[in-house]
């Protein structure tokens, strides 16, 4: 709770940093603040710290404060990363208040307890987002980005709320407790409308994690949005998504899993199929990045879908959310350096190897951890989602999530291949900051370690 407020009020004084005239300090005073909600959010893991006034609409269990972890760590290194990204001055207050306060949302998504807080965070998070997507104002595929992300997230707002409407309409409650008790009562004897609101509310989530067939998006908003924002979308976003995403089905809507299962593991085939074919096609890397980060999302889901009766569901999603944000980071602040000169495609990683060899080899490990393979963290992270799925009825998934990810090895490698195997094409020295440096190689060292020792996030994180 704690972490939330902190949070909430860095984005009030990066509001008056202008007025006050202290912009230069202000990041910071940002990332001690971040810091400070981490240190803050460690010690209530601990000793629970609990506001009557909010507990129910929002409460951080040992669920809420997990995720809420992970989103302040990556936010503390994208800070770091995106540097150079708050050094227009013109824009620069509105740039840190638009992420802090989409940070707010994202914080608030992981610890809801209340549909009308979900739907708070959901916008909270997602408005600023519209705008970081289209701030490339003389950019138009950044304009074109803003527009379809604003578009296509109202659309996926109306059928959460029509769903909401029609779920409180039969329950008489916005609360989660209150309505999975209401389903215990009933079930067997719902209202058809009751079930239609849980569908609809499951297509509005789909849209929100990108999940096909409700990912066309997704690779255009990716691309055409600045890469900084673009490593925003990828990790912080998305967790904070499947967070809300699980507490929705695995805590509201548990006892109507038959009818939400089946539907859920449809839209896991298709984001596998689709996500993991287009992306072997792409010659843009953040447009592949973005159907990667579908076929990522399909994982996710896989483990709800696996809708294990114990901890072992929120363990692995933890557990996975982690992997992909830290090889994310990694991967997306390679990209950045290497794709300033505006060629995105594969062929500005040709030969990079020998131009740059350190950041050749840790984006070699960032790909090879989003693929799956030994040692890095992306190997236990799938590891752990086919051991959740061996002992459900949905096999046919466990087998087609296997095909799949060889599909993803080879696309993944292509940026290998091109940075160590193909001419280099560019003479162009990489300069990278200070900050940036730290960055990659921290999490490229996390990405090792988690893989070397994946226990050690299970202990952390234990119930």
Same mark, same amino acid.
């Given at each position: 709770?704690?972490? $939330?407020?902190?949070?909430?009020?860095?984005?009030?004084?990066?509001?008056?940093?202008?007025?006050?005239?202290?912009?230069?300090?202000?990041?910071?005073?940002?990332?001690?603040?971040?810091?400070?909600?981490?240190?803050?959010?460690?010690?209530?893991?601990?000793?629970?710290?609990?506001?009557?006034?909010?507990?129910?609409?929002?409460?951080?269990?040992?669920?809420? %404060?997990?995720?809420?972890? %992970?989103?302040?760590?990556? =936010?503390?290194?994208?800070?770091?990363?995106?540097?150079?990204?708050?050094?227009?001055?013109?824009?620069?207050?509105?740039?840190?208040?638009?992420?802090?306060?989409?940070?707010?949302? =994202?914080?608030?998504?992981?610890?809801?307890?209340?549909?009308?807080?979900?739907?708070?965070?959901?916008?909270?998070?997602?408005?600023?987002?519209?705008?970081?997507?289209?701030?490339?104002?003389?950019?138009?595929?950044?304009?074109?980005?803003?527009?379809?992300?604003?578009?296509?997230?109202?659309? +996926?707002?109306?059928?959460?709320?029509?769903?909401? +409407?029609?779920?409180?309409?039969?329950?008489?409650?916005?609360?989660?407790?209150? %309505?999975? &008790?209401?389903?215990?009562?009933?079930?067997?004897?719902?209202?058809?409308?009751?079930?239609?609101?849980?569908? @609809?509310?499951?297509? +509005?989530?789909?849209?929100?994690?990108?999940?096909?067939?409700?990912?066309?998006?997704?690779?255009?908003?990716?691309?055409?949005?600045?890469?900084?924002?673009?490593?925003?979308?990828?990790?912080?976003?998305?967790?904070?998504?499947? *967070?809300?995403?699980?507490?929705?089905?695995?805590?509201?809507?548990?006892? @109507?899993?038959?009818?939400?299962?089946?539907?859920?593991?449809?839209?896991?085939?298709?984001?596998?199929?689709? &996500?993991?074919?287009?992306?072997?096609?792409?010659?843009?890397?953040?447009?592949?990045?973005?159907?990667?980060?579908?076929?990522?999302?399909?994982?996710?889901?896989?483990?709800?879908?696996?809708?294990?009766?114990?901890? $072992?569901?929120?363990?692995?999603?933890?557990?996975?959310?982690?992997?992909?944000?830290?090889?994310?980071?990694?991967?997306?602040?390679?990209?950045?350096?290497?794709?300033?000169?505006?060629?995105?495609?594969?062929?500005?990683?040709?030969? @990079?190897?020998?131009?740059?060899?350190?950041? +050749?080899?840790?984006?070699?490990?960032?790909?090879?951890?989003?693929?799956?393979?030994?040692?890095?963290?992306?190997?236990?992270?799938?590891?752990?989602?086919?051991? *959740?799925?061996?002992?459900?009825?949905?096999?046919?998934?466990?087998?087609?999530?296997?095909?799949?990810?060889?599909?993803?090895?080879?696309?993944?490698?292509?940026?290998?291949?091109?940075?160590?195997?193909?001419?280099?094409?560019?003479?162009?020295?990489?300069? $990278?900051?200070?900050?940036?440096?730290?960055?990659?190689?921290?999490?490229?060292?996390?990405?090792?370690?988690?893989?070397?020792?994946?226990?050690?996030? =299970?202990?952390?994180?234990?119930?």
């Amino acid at each position: 709770m704690k972490g $939330l407020l902190i949070i909430s009020g860095l984005g009030l004084v990066a509001m008056l940093a202008e007025i006050f005239k202290f912009k230069k300090l202000l990041l910071p005073i940002v990332l001690l603040g971040i810091v400070a909600a981490y240190v803050f959010n460690f010690m209530e893991w601990r000793e629970s710290m609990s506001i009557s006034y909010f507990d129910n609409m929002i409460a951080f269990d040992k669920l809420g %404060i997990a995720f809420s972890g %992970i989103i302040i760590a990556t =936010a503390f290194f994208w800070f770091i990363l995106a540097n150079d990204y708050f050094e227009e001055d013109s824009n620069l207050v509105d740039h840190f208040a638009l992420v802090l306060f989409a940070l707010v949302g =994202a914080l608030m998504l992981t610890a809801f307890t209340n549909m009308t807080t979900l739907f708070l965070g959901i916008e909270i998070m997602s408005i600023p987002m519209y705008v970081l997507a289209a701030s490339k104002k003389k950019d138009l595929r950044s304009n074109e980005a803003g527009f379809k992300y604003l578009i296509m997230g109202s659309f +996926a707002s109306a059928f959460l709320l029509f769903g909401i +409407a029609l779920i409180y309409g039969a329950s008489g409650s916005f609360d989660l407790k209150e %309505i999975s &008790a209401y389903i215990s009562a009933n079930n067997g004897n719902l209202p058809m409308f009751f079930n239609v609101g849980v569908v @609809l509310m499951l297509v +509005a989530m789909c849209f929100k994690v990108s999940a096909a067939p409700f990912h066309f998006w997704a690779p255009d908003v990716y691309e055409g949005s600045p890469t900084l924002i673009t490593a925003l979308m990828s990790t912080v976003v998305k967790t904070a998504a499947f *967070a809300a995403f699980m507490r929705l089905f695995l805590i509201g809507f548990a006892d @109507l899993s038959g009818l939400w299962t089946g539907i859920l593991a449809v839209v896991v085939a298709l984001s596998l199929i689709i &996500a993991n074919f287009t992306a072997a096609m792409q010659t843009n890397v953040k447009r592949m990045l973005a159907y990667s980060s579908i076929s990522h999302a399909a994982f996710m889901l896989m483990v709800i879908v696996a809708n294990v009766r114990s901890n $072992l569901s929120v363990d692995i999603l933890i557990y996975y959310s982690l992997a992909y944000s830290i090889g994310s980071i990694a991967a997306f602040g390679v990209l950045y350096n290497v794709t300033r000169n505006g060629n995105e495609t594969l062929d500005a990683f040709n030969g @990079l190897g020998k131009r740059n060899p350190a950041l +050749a080899v840790c984006m070699t490990i960032a790909m090879l951890s989003l693929a799956g393979i030994p040692v890095t963290a992306g190997f236990f992270a799938k590891y752990f989602v086919f051991t *959740a799925m061996i002992g459900t009825p949905y096999k046919w998934l466990l087998i087609l999530a296997i095909l799949t990810s060889a599909v993803g090895v080879y696309y993944y490698l292509k940026v290998v291949i091109a940075m160590f195997f193909k001419a280099n094409t560019n003479e162009e020295t990489i300069k $990278l900051e200070y900050s940036n440096q730290f960055v990659i190689l921290v999490t490229t060292v996390l990405t090792l370690a988690l893989g070397i020792v994946p226990g050690i996030v =299970a202990e952390m994180f234990s119930f």
